[in-house]
């Protein structure tokens, strides 16, 4: 089965530095998705990667999934107090599309001190 | 924005009774999902739903679980005797039935955290 791993578990950082979190899978992706949450609360989805290199942007948020398909990173510029909770990474192994279910990562917590 | 709405927000029960969980997919989507998060652990995927049947499964989906699609919004997941290691926060999750795309995003409503005493 498949399994993710995602570094660093926990994160502190001082407002207005920037940051990276790391996925990395056991097996090939075949769709790589970031979703963040809050404490006892729901999944907000962030971004999907699905091919090899591809990068995308939202606000200050960038996340890039390797050319091998089995790494990604977040990466957040001039983190803000909003940024603060727990960054998920889910993956889908299968590359028929459809119901899949995916398989998500620990998370990593992230604290944002002013 | 349309949004994934579940229901109960919480609910607390004793062990071997039956609960049920309900979820109100975005209105357009097509699969439906459930998972569990325990509490400090991994969100982990219980089962898939489309077409009014069971697309996949886990594991921990057995016997004590089945799902539902009652009417034309509603979306269950039914634990028929519920044991202690049932509590957790229980996630229903859709998304769109989209032609020629491999990958299709997942929405997650905001959870039901059930309590088995």
């Known amino acids: 089965s498949q399994e993710l791993e995602q570094s660093p578990q926990s994160l502190i950082v001082q407002e207005g530095k920037n940051l990276t979190i790391n996925c990395t899978s056991s097996k090939t992706l075949y769709g790589l998705y970031w979703y963040k949450q809050k404490y006892g609360e729901g999944l907000i989805f962030l971004m999907m990667?699905?091919?090899?290199?591809e990068e995308k942007s939202h606000e200050k948020i960038t996340a890039k999934l390797d050319e091998k398909k089995q790494q990604s990173s977040l990466h957040i510029t001039a983190s803000q107090p909003s940024h603060a909770g727990i960054y998920l990474c889910?993956?889908?192994?299968?590359?028929?599309?459809?119901?899949?279910?995916?398989?998500f990562g620990k998370g990593t917590h992230l604290i944002i001190q002013p | 924005e349309p949004e994934v709405t579940q229901t109960p927000s919480h609910q607390v029960t004793q062990m071997g009774q039956e609960v049920i969980l309900r979820c109100v997919p975005i209105?357009?989507?097509?699969?439906f999902y459930w998972y569990r998060q325990i509490l400090g652990q991994k969100v982990e995927f219980l089962v898939s739903?489309?077409?009014?049947?069971?697309?996949?499964k886990s594991e921990i989906f057995d016997d004590q679980f089945s799902v539902e699609r009652p009417d034309g919004s509603n979306f269950t997941l039914k634990i028929r005797s519920t044991k202690l290691e049932d509590s957790a926060m229980y996630f229903c999750?859709?998304?769109?039935?989209?032609?020629?795309?491999?990958?299709?995003?997942?929405?997650f409503g905001p959870g039901t955290r059930l309590l088995v005493l």
């Open positions: 209105s357009n989507h097509l699969y």
């Open positions: 999750a859709s998304s769109e039935a989209l032609l020629y795309s491999p990958q299709e995003t997942q929405y």
């Open positions: 889910g993956a889908s192994t299968y590359s028929g599309g459809g119901a899949d279910g995916l398989t």
């Open positions: 739903f489309y077409n009014n049947e069971i697309s996949e």
């Open positions: 990667l699905q091919k090899g290199g």
